[in-house]
């Protein structure tokens, strides 16, 4: 089992940038494929971002393309969102979430193949 911690939200004035870390407990963090979701309030939690656990592999949400950059440093046990040109649409919690069941990145942009999750960090974009 793997612990997830984000970490790296705030408040931002729209145009802003902000780094989110989501850290791992346990040694198995190399193995899993990772994911960025976020979720504001009255609406469904969606898919940002995922990257596979060798890093080779990532995908993007259209809303987030080009303004925003998953990364993760196996060594460290941490992965991170680089989010830049924020936008007041873009205020949500962020969760990150591991998949241990090696699915494909097209998979996992939905919920349901993620097997552990953080508890969530706030991100706040100001107009």
């Known amino acids: 089992q793997v612990q997830l911690v984000e970490s790296g939200g705030g408040l931002v004035q729209a145009g802003g940038s902000l780094r989110l870390s989501c850290t791992a407990s346990g040694r198995t963090f190399s193995s899993y494929n990772m994911g960025w979701f976020r979720q504001a309030p009255g609406k469904e939690r969606e898919f940002v971002a995922v990257i596979s656990w060798s890093g080779d592999n990532s995908y993007y949400a259209d809303s987030v393309k080009g303004r925003s950059t998953i990364s993760r440093d196996n060594a460290k046990s941490t992965l991170y969102l680089q989010m830049s040109s924020l936008k007041p649409e873009d205020t949500a919690v962020y969760y990150c979430?591991?998949?241990?069941?090696?699915?494909?990145?097209?998979?996992?942009?939905?919920?349901?193949?993620?097997?552990?999750w953080g508890q969530g960090t706030q991100v706040t974009v100001s107009s």
């Open positions: 979430a591991a998949d241990r069941h090696y699915y494909s990145i097209g998979q996992l942009t939905t919920t349901n193949h993620y097997d552990y």
